[in-house]
């Protein structure tokens, strides 16, 4: 063979491996895989999450403008954390109208994936199907961080259909010098050891107030009326007044001159009528009392053994029972009442923790937390609650309480018209 012919042997030799050895160096390359439609997937890096798909939740609350400016903080925090989960967050300031809403929504099927309800509503939703049981968040440290006493409100059917996200406690206060004055080193145990303090207060200082009742605060009314009952479960139930609270509310009604009217939320002003011994008691959500500056809150007496329902002012988490989204819908709570989020809000608005461990000072919360709530609350919400005192298993139960507190709406505003307030009650039944 001629060198000529040779080369064009070799050379065409050459091309030919060339070609036959092009399919073999495409499936070579790592990032690229064939698929029987002809398209390719890049495979990601070893350790990196791959989410299939987006997801989107929905979100329904009812809060003041500044708690629900924290909200969509948190949200976009989380929603930072977790670009796959997208939440739509919806606000309905007004508690009766966001009832309404929430309720026609989740019997049409169509309410949000998650809902934030007052504790006192969230076993009338279950009872109406309206959710799906949160038993499942309840694991580890998370379901030994709470507390029995708020849980137990929650439960219903034996199962769990609420995350707690905080509370706001109604608490009877005194005018410890006042307390002192009138012979008493505590709060009255009765309410005939009341009424003679009253009296003996009214002596001394005869333009003072011996209890501050605001209009329309149906539980206002209702913590003031259990501290002196020795079976108040009728009050939780929405049932008929007894004979004894009748005659309460009859002495109150003598007594009127000497109530102030003080609205709940006016707390400089009750502040103040403190600070001068002009009021003798006052029935206060805690937030409130958490405002009071140091100084007068030690000239202050918290009547610890007339706690009554600490649940019954306090938010849960829910989920919807037509909710498509659970997982992310559970991830999205525990995210909104980790401890950092609920030291926050104790913070910034003085509402108590649902998390037992942030009653004491947390050491992985570290400097951050500063204001630690009082290791009183803990025994008391941690204490197994009896029968009677919890939430009632009645579909309408929030209609008749809102039933109820429009009429002590309508009969507490000016002057007091308990008669006609008892006359109406009567009615109802």
Do not use: C
């Not at 309840?138 to 996200?165: A, E, F």
């Not at 005869?206 to 209009?215: D, E, F, G, L, T």
């Not at 001159?257 to 003798?280: G, H, K, T």
Request: glycine share 4%.
């Amino acid at each position: 063979m001629t060198p000529r012919k040779y080369v064009l042997v070799l050379f065409g030799t050459l091309l030919l491996a060339a070609l036959l050895l092009i399919p073999f160096s495409r499936n070579a390359n790592p990032a690229i895989t064939g698929k029987p439609d002809g398209k390719t997937n890049v495979q990601p890096a070893p350790g990196t999450l791959v989410v299939d798909q987006l997801s989107d939740i929905t979100v329904s609350v009812s809060l003041p403008n500044m708690q629900y400016q924290q909200l969509q903080e948190l949200n976009r925090n989380f929603m930072m954390k977790y670009p796959h989960i997208q939440v739509e967050l919806s606000n309905e300031p007004n508690k009766e109208r966001a009832y309404d809403l929430w309720t026609l929504q989740s019997q049409q099927r169509e309410a949000a994936d998650i809902m934030l309800l007052d504790n006192g509503w969230v076993r009338s939703f279950a009872v109406r199907g309206f959710l799906k049981p949160a038993d499942s968040m309840m694991t580890g440290d998370t379901l030994t961080d709470q507390m029995t006493g708020l849980l137990d409100s929650l439960r219903w059917n034996g199962y769990l259909w609420g995350v707690p996200k905080d509370l706001n406690p109604y608490i009877i206060v005194w005018n410890s010098a006042l307390l002192k004055e009138t012979g008493l080193k505590e709060p009255p145990s009765d309410f005939a050891s009341f009424q003679a303090a009253a009296s003996k207060m009214i002596e001394l200082h005869p333009q003072a107030s011996i209890v501050n009742w605001s209009a329309g605060d149906l539980q206002q009314q209702l913590t003031w009326l259990a501290a002196f009952q020795t079976k108040p479960a009728n009050l939780l139930k929405i049932l008929p007044l007894s004979e004894q609270q009748t005659q309460q509310l009859e002495w109150f009604q003598q007594m009127e001159v000497n109530l102030s009217r003080i609205d709940v939320d006016a707390i400089n002003q009750l502040a103040e009528e403190f600070q001068n011994n002009n009021l003798f008691a006052a029935v206060i959500p805690w937030n409130q009392y958490e405002r009071f500056n140091e100084d007068l809150r030690m000239k202050l007496t918290i009547d610890r053994e007339q706690v009554h329902y600490p649940w019954l002012n306090g938010r849960s988490y829910a989920i919807s029972s037509n909710s498509d989204e659970e997982e992310e819908a559970m991830l999205w709570i525990g995210e909104m009442t980790e401890l950092m989020n609920q030291q926050m809000t104790y913070d910034r608005f003085g509402f108590l923790p649902a998390r037992s461990s942030l009653y004491s000072f947390n050491s992985t919360l570290q400097s951050d937390q500063i204001h630690i709530p009082p290791a009183w609350w803990k025994n008391e919400l941690n204490t197994k609650l009896a029968d009677e005192n919890l939430p009632i298993s009645d579909p309408i139960w929030p209609e008749k309480w809102r039933q109820r507190e429009k009429l002590w709406g309508m009969f507490s505003d000016g002057n007091f018209q308990l008669a006609d307030y008892m006359k109406s009650l009567a009615a109802l039944e």
